[in-house]
């Protein structure tokens, strides 16, 4: 199985920061890679896929990159609607796998 | 409208059954893998199963390989879990969503699984 891990797995940060979360595949997955958030008590939603490509209606603060095995999502200024927990998941092969997750809190 | 619906979850004993559904609308159903994924309290994302669009080809994490079934009716826009050997393991929100090969762009409000004596 392809592990994703994710660091750092949990943070402080204020709004208006620049933040990057990390996602390391153990092999290669070229760029089939999502990024979801998830809010407390509540479903995640699809912010990327395909590693780069912003999903509609998300904002564009939001951005992913990388390709292989090393890929990263930034918020370019941290709203207070940003603080929520954030996955990676490869799709490149089952079984499909995700990253621990990363916090993102005040 | 787009949306998926679960139900079905509960409280069950050690070693009992269930069976989760989820009713989808707003899309072609049969066009698309979906998936089951699941949540511990507390802990992350964990998939635990896909089926594809025709539902002859199934995948399944190694943990519930042989105790979980997944099957879906295109006539009746359904995705089903039926579950079986529970353990305390197993106790998690089970999230229905849309994909398999591609990214899940869609999501169910999540059902409840509780495997409690």
């Known amino acids: 199985a392809i592990r994703m891990t994710q660091s750092p797995s949990s943070f402080s940060a204020s709004t208006g920061d620049r933040v990057t979360i990390t996602c390391r595949a153990s092999?290669?997955?070229?760029?089939?890679l999502a990024w979801y958030q998830q809010k407390s008590g509540k479903a995640p939603k699809l912010l990327i896929y395909?590693?780069?490509t912003l999903r509609s209606g998300v904002p564009s603060r939001f951005s992913g990159s990388g390709s292989g095995t090393d890929f990263s999502l930034t918020i370019s200024c941290l709203q207070s609607e940003d603080f929520a927990d954030y996955y990676c998941q490869q799709y490149y092969s089952y079984p499909l796998t995700f990253g621990g997750g990363t916090k993102v809190e005040i | 409208q787009v949306q998926l619906v679960e139900s079905g979850g509960g409280l069950v004993k050690p070693g009992g059954s269930l069976r989760l559904s989820c009713a989808a609308s707003g899309f072609t159903f049969s066009d698309y893998y979906m998936t089951w994924v699941r949540q511990a309290p507390g802990k992350g994302l964990e998939w635990v199963s896909s089926?594809?669009?025709?539902?002859?080809?199934?995948y399944y994490t190694d943990s519930v390989k042989g105790r979980f079934t997944i099957s879906r009716d295109n006539a009746k826009n359904s995705l089903y879990l039926q579950m079986s050997s529970l353990t305390a393991e197993d106790t998690a929100v089970y999230y229905c969503?849309?994909?398999?090969?591609?990214?899940?762009?869609?999501w169910g409000q999540g059902t409840v699984v509780t495997v409690s004596s």
């Open positions: 092999q290669g997955i070229s760029s089939y």
């Open positions: 395909a590693a780069s």
């Open positions: 969503t849309r994909g398999g090969g591609i990214a899940f762009d869609l």
């Open positions: 089926i594809s669009g025709s539902g002859t080809t199934m």
